[in-house]
């Protein structure tokens, strides 16, 4: 399985992006897909999850971040409006994928895409 971002860029405080991450490959399922972020010397942090429909986020994205999926191209967005200076990272997407139905989940991530808000 692969997991290829899109969206990254510049944006202005106040500003929108879009990011999404296409998984491709064979399994039997996938679930649940994220989005993470590391800023420069900080650890790695959940920005939101989807899993089965329902969505959950940071605390400090709810409210300007939303999540989305479409199942039927196994790709998952990350609808980013509101940015703030603090929200400049690497984004990561991140799924857990099924080979069989009922088996162990295995863990892949994205290469990354950059997100920088500055003026």
């Known amino acids: 399985v692969q997991l290829v971002e899109s969206g990254g860029g510049l944006v202005q405080p106040g500003g929108s992006l879009r990011l999404s991450c296409a998984a491709s490959g064979s399994f039997s399922s996938i679930d649940p897909m994220g989005w993470y972020r590391q800023a420069p010397g900080k650890q790695r942090e959940l920005v939101a999850v989807?899993?089965?429909?329902?969505?959950n986020y940071a605390d400090s994205v709810k409210d300007r971040f939303t999540i989305s999926r479409d199942n039927a191209k196994n790709t998952v967005y990350l609808q980013m409006n509101g940015l703030k200076p603090e929200d400049t990272a690497v984004y990561y997407c991140?799924?857990?994928?099924?080979?069989?139905?009922?088996?162990?989940?295995?863990?892949?991530w994205g290469q990354g895409t950059q997100v920088t808000v500055s003026s």
């Open positions: 991140n799924a857990d994928v099924r080979y069989i139905s009922g088996g162990p989940f295995y863990r892949y």
């Open positions: 989807i899993n089965t429909g329902r969505a």
